[in-house]
């Protein structure tokens, strides 16, 4: 199970690669398991 660090890595890197399919993926990953109120995964998002 990813934690905050790997879901705020996982979209940067989503951002870096202009994959943006993959980061709503993860989007909906860090959605599922709360991390979206995180505040890595929060800057991450809004990145």
Do not use: R
């Given at each position: 199970m990813p934690n905050?660090?790997?879901i705020s890595g996982a979209l940067k890197?989503?951002?870096g690669l202009e994959a943006f399919d993959v980061g709503k993926s993860v989007h909906g990953c860090a959605l599922k398991t709360s991390y979206?109120?995180?505040?890595?995964v929060g800057i991450a998002l809004l990145e």
């Open positions: 905050n660090f790997t890197s989503c951002l979206d109120h995180d505040l890595y």
